[in-house]
DNA sequence: ATGCATAGTTACCTCCAAGTAAGTAGTTAC
DNA sequence: GTAACTACTTACTTGGAGGTAACTATGCAT
């Protein structure tokens, strides 16, 4: 997907304050990507709730689960009770979901580059 | 620039947090991208102070000062002081400032699209 | 000397994202 | 009956992001 970039000091240049803000609410949190990122590297309906926690350095179970309910809530994942003993539950990326993976692989990519030119100082 | 995306449950697919967390600490907040933004929607060295200021719907003075001057510190935006009477203060995106752009709007375009498929529930 | 412009700074306040620690609930295992 | 596993939930707390409003500095105009 391409997306047109609008030309400098055209008047539709101009950001759309909202959308940019929109996205920053939702993922601009500590967590919200890393998770997202995390689930993506596991096939579909494999990603468990323990294993984030573990996998997810930092994070505690109060945060993920709240993370995750609100990606829930906004069709990014999607959570699935497993039928095992102990009951397990899985998350999964939407195929919507999995539209976040390029631009937090960008961030991610981003960051790891930033470190560099930042030390360069 | 393409960025190869590792296969799902190979090893090293395991996020770098942490490039990922210093890309979400920097840039996490509520105005950085959006001043980014902005600046790039103007020719170099025509973004003055006060211009942003009424343009970002919302920033305060001393938010957009704080801002830009951490945006500085990482060496996204350069700052000038012109010579005019008033004096004036321009901001431009340094050329590594804008390898933000792609992000932002990838960013905002994702949040154009999230506000669609949320009214669809 | 008062007002207006630019480009901030300073002091104070508020709220919430995020952290910590402990508890709950269902089930199995011994 | 108690320990252990998964998947949370609840109560309490705190740091800092962000907001508001007033103030500073400099120069020009009238």
Redesign the interface.
């Given at each position: 997907m391409h997306?047109k970039?609008?030309e400098?000091?055209s008047p539709e240049?101009?950001?759309?304050?909202?959308?940019?803000?929109?996205?920053?609410e939702?993922?601009?949190?500590?967590w919200k990507?890393?998770i997202v990122?995390?689930i993506?590297?596991?096939?579909k309906e494999l990603q468990h709730f323990k294993k984030l926690e573990k996998?997810?350095?930092g994070i505690s179970a109060k945060m993920l689960a709240k993370e995750l309910k609100t990606l829930e809530e906004?069709?990014i994942v999607t959570r699935t009770i497993q039928n095992t003993r102990p009951v397990t539950v899985t998350y999964a990326l939407t195929a919507?979901g999995e539209?976040?993976?390029?631009?937090?692989?960008?961030?991610?990519?981003?960051?790891?580059?930033?470190?560099k030119?930042?030390k360069e100082k």
């Open positions: 997306i970039r609008p400098k000091t240049c101009i950001p759309n304050l909202l959308a940019l803000r929109d996205s920053l939702l993922l601009g949190g500590k990507l890393l990122l995390h993506s590297c596991r096939p996998e997810i350095t906004n069709k919507y539209s976040l993976i390029p631009i937090a692989r960008d961030l991610q990519q981003w960051g790891l580059n930033h470190r030119i930042i």
